[in-house]
T-cell receptor
Framework: EDKVVQSPLSLVVHEGDTVTLNCSYE??????LLWYKQEKKAPTFLFML????IEKKSGRLSSILDKKELFSILNITATQTGDSAVYLC??????????FGKGTRLHILP | DAGITQSPRHKVTETGTPVTLRCHQT?????MYWYRQDPGHGLRLIHY???????DKGEVSDGYSVSRSKTEDFLLTLESATSSQTSVYFC????????????FGSGTQLSVL
C-alpha cells in the first residue's frame, strides 16, 4: 500500500494560474516532510516541513503541513512555463527511511 | 551537488549478468540512499545506509544488494540483472547538518536487454 499519496498525478494549467498540489500520508510517526522539483534530471530540494501550521515560502512557492489531518500542500502562484516539472513529496520516518509519493506532473501552457 | 558522483552514468547489459553501480560522496555524510525511478512510480527506495556496514532494506529491495565498506562509497549490486530492473537509479545523501534534506546524484540510466 502507498504510504505517501500525491494528487493530482497530472495537471495542465495556463501561465499565470495558481496551482495547489497535494500530498497525503498514512503515517502519524514521521519526522518531516520534504518537497522536491524534478525537471529533466535529479530532483532538487524545495522545502522541509516539520511543524504543523507553519508556512514555508520561497518566492512564488509556498507549502504548509497539517499533521492532524495528515497532509501537506504546495502552492505555486502566478505560474510560469519554467514551473513545468514533476513535483515530489517525501516523508522521513523515525528509522531514517525516506519514502516518496508518485509525484505530480505539472505542465504550464504559455 | 553536495559532492555526489554516480558511476557509470549509462550502462547497457544483458539479462543474467551482475551489475554494480557506485555512489561516491566527498562530504562524509552518514546516510546514503539508493532509489530507482520508473514512469508512473515516482522514486522508490531500494536500500539505504546509516553508516559503514550498516544498511537496511527499502520498498523494492528484492534482487538488489548493497555494501558500504567506507563512508564515502555506497555500492548497489544487481546479482543477476533482469529486464524489470531497467530503470534510472539515483543515489542520495542526507545532509548531516540539517539531518533531513536529501541531495541527489545525477543518476545512472541502466538498460537490461
Amino acid at each position: 500500500e502507498d504510504k505517501v499519496v500525491q494528487s493530482p498525478l497530472s495537471l495542465v494549467v495556463h501561465e499565470g494560474d495558481t496551482v495547489t498540489l497535494n500530498c497525503s500520508y498514512e503515517v502519524t510517526n514521521f519526522r518531516s516532510l520534504l518537497w522536491y522539483k524534478q525537471e529533466k534530471k535529479a530532483p532538487t530540494f524545495l522545502f522541509m516541513l516539520t511543524s504543523s501550521g507553519i508556512e514555508k515560502k520561497s518566492g512564488r512557492l509556498s507549502s504548509i503541513l497539517d499533521k492532524k489531518e495528515l497532509f501537506s500542500i504546495l502552492n505555486i502562484t502566478a505560474t510560469q512555463t519554467g514551473d513545468s516539472a514533476v513535483y515530489l513529496c517525501a516523508v522521513v520516518f523515525p528509522d531514517d527511511k525516506i519514502i516518496f509519493g508518485k509525484g505530480t506532473r505539472l505542465h504550464i501552457l504559455p | 551537488d553536495a559532492g555526489i558522483t554516480q558511476s557509470p552514468r549509462h550502462k547497457v547489459t544483458e539479462t543474467g549478468t551482475p551489475v554494480t553501480l557506485r555512489c561516491h560522496q566527498t562530504e562524509n555524510h552518514r546516510y546514503m540512499y539508493w532509489y530507482r525511478q520508473d514512469p508512473g512510480h515516482g522514486l522508490r527506495l531500494i536500500h539505504y545506509s546509516y553508516g559503514v556496514k550498516d544498511t537496511d532494506k527499502g520498498e523494492v529491495s528484492d534482487g538488489y544488494s548493497v555494501s558500504r565498506s567506507k563512508t564515502e562509497d555506497f555500492l548497489l549490486t544487481l546479482e543477476s540483472a533482469t529486464s524489470s530492473q531497467t530503470s534510472v537509479y539515483f543515489c542520495a545523501i542526507k545532509d548531516s547538518r540539517t539531518n533531513e534534506k536529501l541531495f541527489f546524484g545525477s543518476g545512472t540510466q541502466l538498460s537490461v536487454l
